[in-house]
């Protein structure tokens, strides 16, 4: 078969690499699935050629990139899909060693941190005139902390590292957003988590609902746009979504996104996001971009939005046609939403961010049930390509 209709997908444990593989097999092209497991998700789907493992990205960058390097020539592949951020941050950190030998269609290194380094993005907001939550930046390597701008703070705050991955050398660490709600609180997670030891953001809660952009680039252009309403999430108070439908994008966070994307001068997928801000009408601010898919990729499929085979025919310089969604759908991952129903029934009614009374509880138990009689698709679930989901129970019940 042709190098250039060979496509390695890496993190074949997620979600959107099963969404990607899907897309691309139903395309006619010859998939190879690459995981850091010996069984994946995406690796049990039969539009799946061939499955291979890779070491932790995490542990080794070097011995990763090494790793993928030697599949693409063993299996002949002439396009690499890197789906999460470690993948993606590795391989940009070693893109020299791709050069010449695949093409991988995301963009530079530079372009890639100007969008994921949070501390950036906001400063790039605030240029744009683009609504973000008040903020604070601090640097501890220039002898800065929190307790010289408590003055400034109205708790709850949330404390957010510069990115969601950090590099250090070879090695890469996750790191998360934390919700302190005094002083003390505050001070107890700067000083006891590591991923503050550099630069980091302190930001005003925002209460509403989340907004997500959807959106295909080349050089800056949005070609094609998607967006979602999120009905549940996996934590129920603030997590990823477990059901969601296809909306049409808000305008303001759109017209905010295709500015953030040109200024960018961004190609392939991104998605931006935003909070609708209850205090301020409503108005949607800017949260973050993840520069990578996303968990809930098949739903924009399913609406008409194919998102996997633009990115593949971007590598190959064909022409996408301009377009949003035009099929309503509505989309369930079926696990994740009975997680949401457990931590529900498992809350406490003085959960201080989420309570749960009996009522509550007996509620989302008839929600849970009647999603059901709703139309959505079962995300994993394919009547010809059953396998992911029997793999997912599997895993999921620790088979």
Known sequence: MNKNTTVLVLDGETRAALAVVRSL????????????????LAGSSRFCSS?????????NTQLFANA????????????????TDATTVAILQHQSLFTGLVTIPIVSNETYWAASDKILLMKTAAQ?????PSTIYINPALGQNPEQYLPALTFPVILKPKASILVSGNKMRKTGVCFASNKE???????????????????????????????????G??????????IREKPPYGGVSVVCESTQPDPAALESSRKLLKALNWSGVAMVEFKRDSAKNNIPVLMEINARF???????????????????????????????????????????????????L??????????????????????????????????????????????????????
């Not at 097999?25 to 994946?40: C, M, N, P, Q, T």
């Not at 499955?51 to 542990?59: A, I, R």
């Not at 001070?187 to 509403?208: C, H, K, N, W």
């Not at 809350?347 to 509620?363: C, E, F, G, L, S």
Request: include cysteine.
């Open 25 to 40: 097999g139903k395309a006619g092209l010859r998939v190879i699935v690459a995981s850091e497991l010996s069984h994946s």
């Open 51 to 59: 499955t291979t493992k890779y070491p932790s990205p995490f542990e």
């Open 68 to 83: 993928i390097h030697d599949i693409i020539v063993k299996e002949n592949a002439g396009i690499l899909f890197p789906i």
């Open 128 to 132: 744009l005139n683009i609504p973000y």
């Open 185 to 219: 609180e505050l001070i107890r997670i700067v000083s006891t988590d590591e991923s503050f030891a550099a630069p980091y953001m302190l930001q005003e809660v925002i209460a509403g609902d989340g907004i997500g952009i959807f959106a295909f680039c080349n050089k």
């Open 221 to 230: 252009e949005v070609i094609s746009v998607f967006s979602h309403r999120r």
């Open 294 to 344: 996303w968990g809930s990729l098949q739903l924009a499929i399913d609406a008409g939005v194919n998102f996997p085979l633009y990115l593949y025919n971007l590598s190959q310089k064909v022409e996408i046609p301009k377009g949003n969604f035009n099929i309503p759908a509505r989309s369930r991952w079926l696990l994740g939403d009975l997680d949401h129903l457990i931590i529900r």
């Open 346 to 399: 498992k809350t406490p009614a003085n959960h201080p961010r989420y309570p749960q009374r009996v009522t509550d509880k007996i509620n989302a138990i008839f929600i849970f049930f009647l999603e059901f009689l709703k139309g959505s698709k079962i995300e994993d679930f394919r009547y010809m390509d059953m396998g992911p989901f029997w793999h997912a129970i599997k895993k999921w019940i620790n088979i």
